[in-house]
């Protein structure tokens, strides 16, 4: 299989992962040939990359991080408990969440099982997803960078599970914005900028009032939209000034923010996204934190077909523990011209970088 830019696909080109919506409901199966007016709406529900079935790279495949049924059970948790605090009077928001504790808990265990069983660098791109509400799969989609860092960091299983819940959290004082804010589906304007920025101390205010809950998952929610420089929001916190948790649910947040697909604007490719985080390194984001995602999660992800400095182009077969941007890569064409496929480990191939990724599909 070979992921493409939804727009770069011709019809007559077969499917090779499904598209599903955030219940789990397949919208547009495997195997599906498809034609132009499935591909418009895939594009206009905001699908930017598919998998496609190509003949060099039929044996190549791509597994979440987590089961299925795992996903659609933490996206209806997660969903469930927002909607319950969205719902609720003022003084029930912390109780529903008191509730939901154990539950969001069990939740991160089994998150945090099925990522260490994972012997693949995480990649959440192709999660070919489409969603009613983007705070739910974001929130989980944050968890999952967030443990990965924290795993890399070599955290302690009792400090994951609580920066778990902070990620998970993160943006429960969403739940305060006001739904034609919160679901526009447009660019927000200044005033309604400002409106949203109170989510981070929304949050806080929720979360400190639960006694089940440490404070610091509280503050994960009040910090992960400060920056190192004093310029985030809400209090404008500098460096040591905000908690190691907080800086991680940054990165993690910001990354997933500008991956994803938005109705107002194409999702980054992972390479692209990781080069605003390398752009905000010791500004904005944590140099160690940054370096540790990094380590962590998958920048160029199966599938997806790259340019080599060597002139060399291939597709993405396997990735390297530790290496996020040297992968084993599958050679098709050597300066343009096609060649026998082979595969090309850049772990071992030092000299060799990749200068650029080709998301257009021609089936050759």
Known sequence: MRLVATGSVQQGEILAKAIYNEKGQVL?????????TVLTRLISLGISYIYIQDGQTEDISYQHPISEKLRQEAIQTIETTFQQVQSAKALSHSFVIEKAAKRLTELIKAILSEIRGNEDLLTLLSDVYTYDNYIFTHS????????AIGMELNLKPKDL????????????????IPEEILLKPGRLTEEEFTVVKTHAEEGFEILRKVQTLPLIIAHCAYQHHERLNGTGYPRG???????????IIAVADVFDAVTSNRVYRQAMLPHEGLEILYSGVGTLFEPKVVEAFRRAVAIYPIGITVKLSDGKKGVVSRQNIGLSDRPVVRIIEIGDEPVKPFEFDLKSELSVVITDCDTTFKNE
């Open 140 to 147: 989980l989609n944050v968890t999952m960078y967030t443990l």
């Open 28 to 36: 547009v199966n495997e195997g599906v040939i498809l034609k132009d």
């Open 237 to 247: 916190l500098k460096c040591n000034e905000i908690h190691e948790y907080g800086k």
């Open 161 to 176: 599970e609580r920066l778990g819940l902070g990620a998970v959290l993160h943006d429960v004082g969403k739940m305060k």
